[in-house]
């Protein structure tokens, strides 16, 4: 067998469409009707292909320019997922992960131009270490008020891995939560993971914050700078009787200043009086006494008049961590 003929078994063409997202999403229903219109290129595949390969390839990139951080902004997919399946995640982990040789088509998902622009960054922050608190933030629960009957609350539809997901939130917590990135860093962990930064937000109304370096399930793996900050872990699931992670409690406590918001029911007002206490304690007055009878009450209206001793223990010492916190600035 020739070189040449070595060559070409070793090399496959793949067919490259981009899709943009409009307001983190497009319509799906009508693409087989218009994949032409998405298509952007064919490009050769060799062992040693790289996604930066392909994401350096004239037309593709001249297309994609308006990205200043493609690696997180974008999403590459083997096959276009119909409307049972979620599909999987993207096939790119890092730039320099090779590509499978066998994809016969591979649909890169980015935003849009319309989108970038819409995109708003949190203003720049001085980190005071062992100071400035760290604001962890889910999406489905905390932003997403995915199961309210709330009629004032406004409804987009955000695409992940081609599943249009409705997204319920409200503007005015929205314009609260930015409002925190003046006293504290925000980074959202959740399982949307970069499409929280670059899908979600600008199509919220939300600051562009960052993904945490690390999982859930790897909360502990902070790095030494960040695990002597104050943290405020705000989720839907880390309490109750189903926690996710089942864990979470020995997780948090490998870390001496996390505070550990369960949130049963959407953020209410005194979610935002503790954050508020913690991050800008100078310029709140809000009776603490008042504000952890309003926590305990709240809880336990959502989980049927009941609180676990556990339970009890995390929110005291939350308040106990809060009060140190305040002493501290003072």
């Not at 314009?175 to 899908?199: D, H, Q």
């Not at 880390?238 to 020995?250: A, M, T, V």
């Not at 550990?260 to 603490?288: A, C, G, R, T, W």
Request: aromatic fraction near 12%; charged fraction near 25%.
């Amino acid at each position: 067998m020739t070189t040449e003929n070595k060559a070409e078994i070793k090399m496959s063409v793949v067919k490259v469409y981009l899709i943009p997202l409009i307001n983190g999403n497009f319509n799906k229903e009508t693409f087989q009707d218009s994949e032409e219109k998405y298509y952007c290129c064919d490009f050769s595949l060799e062992e040693s292909t790289t996604f930066e390969d392909l994401l350096n390839h004239q037309e593709i990139s001249e297309k994609l320019q308006h990205l200043s951080n493609i690696e997180k902004a974008i999403t590459v997919h083997d096959k276009f997922y119909g409307y049972s399946s979620h599909g999987p995640v993207s096939l790119m982990r890092k730039l320099d992960n090779k590509i499978e040789s066998r994809s016969e088509q591979l649909y890169i998902v980015y935003p849009s131009v319309e989108d970038t622009n819409a995109t708003i960054y949190p203003p720049d922050l001085e980190i005071i270490p062992e100071k400035t608190p760290l604001i962890l933030l889910d999406i489905d629960g905390i932003i997403n008020e995915f199961g309210s009957d709330d009629k004032n609350l406004e409804k987009v539809h955000v695409m992940l891995n081609f599943q249009a997901f409705e997204i319920k939130y409200n503007p005015e917590k929205i314009r609260k939560i930015n409002e925190w990135a003046r006293y504290a860093e925000v980074r959202f962990l959740t399982s949307w993971g970069n499409c929280a930064t670059y899908r979600i937000a600008p199509t919220v109304g939300l600051f562009s914050f960052p993904h945490n370096y690390t999982s859930k399930h790897r909360l502990y793996q902070l790095s030494e700078e960040d695990s002597k900050r104050p943290i405020i872990w705000i989720d839907d699931e880390i309490g109750g009787r189903y926690p996710y992670p089942d864990d979470f409690k020995e997780i948090a406590g490998q870390l001496d200043n996390v505070h550990i918001m369960y949130v049963p029911s959407y953020l209410q007002s005194y979610h935002f009086e503790y954050v508020q206490k913690m991050i800008n304690p100078e310029n709140s007055d809000i009776n603490l006494v008042k504000l952890i009878d309003s926590y305990i009450s709240d809880y336990m209206s959502k989980e049927n008049g009941e609180i676990s001793h556990d339970d009890i223990y995390i929110i005291l010492n939350n308040f106990r961590k809060l009060a140190q916190h305040i002493m501290s600035c003072a």
